[in-house]
């Protein structure tokens, strides 16, 4: 970590992360593991969670610790300026490196979330579209189906089913029954005296061929 103002001094403050007890153990019994990058700090910081370090002793004279509890931070001991060497470009690239590399970490978690958000949007308006998808073959086949019903029942009144009357013109159903709701408009007593003329007509032609054909 540094400092990137002038009035903060611009210190160059190396950290070690230990996560368990054994892994700073370890740390502990040989630190100058840490010094190929330590010398070029600052500062050096050891962070850890609660209790990783039992004993401020266990850590080297200019050591710093600091502790995470999962919501904040408590410095547990100040890291004591030290003469740093000079960064030498290996080094800084290294640096550079790792800045990058955080970087694009950074990046393609952001671009991964930003994807999600797009799959979860495209799969919230395909549901929405399947909703209403769905509720529209709904309402056509309730509508269907009532006018199935109604057909149904108007054959059953009727006594004979329209797809075997009228050769394939069932529009023709549909003429007959206008009609003949037209005959019903003229009123009632009409249309009975036109019923009986031509039972009236009917029974006389009967009645002709009757005596016709006697001996």
Not at 23 to 50: F, V
Not at 84 to 95: D, G, H, Y
Not at 116 to 122: I, N, V, W
Not at 143 to 168: C, D, K, Y
Request: include cysteine; proline fraction near 4%.
């Amino acid at each position: 970590m540094m400092s990137l103002w002038p009035s903060r001094g611009l210190e160059l403050h190396g950290v070690e992360v230990k996560i368990s007890r054994s892994d700073w153990k370890r740390e502990a019994a040989d630190p100058s593991k840490a010094e190929a990058i330590a010398k070029y700090c600052d500062r050096w910081w050891i962070h850890t969670p609660p209790g990783i370090v039992a004993d401020l002793s266990e850590l080297p004279p200019a050591w710093g610790l600091r502790e995470f509890d999962g919501k904040a931070w408590q410095t547990v001991r100040e890291a004591d300026k030290t003469e740093a060497t000079q960064i030498t470009r290996p080094f800084l690239a290294a640096m550079l490196r790792r800045a990058d590399g955080t970087m694009q970490a950074l990046m393609e978690e952001a671009m991964h979330d930003a994807r999600q958000a797009s799959y979860a949007e495209a799969e919230r308006m395909r549901a929405g579209i399947r909703k209403q998808v769905d509720e529209g073959v709904k309402r056509r086949t309730e509508s269907l189906e009532r006018t199935a019903a109604n057909v149904a029942e108007f054959e059953a009144a009727f006594g004979a089913h329209i797809r075997n009357s009228f050769g394939e013109h069932p529009a023709a159903w549909g003429s007959a029954a206008k009609h003949l709701a037209e005959c019903g408009q003229s009123g009632y007593g009409r249309l009975s005296d036109r019923l009986r003329k031509a039972a009236d007509e009917i029974d006389a032609l009967a009645a002709l061929s009757s005596v016709e054909r006697a001996p």
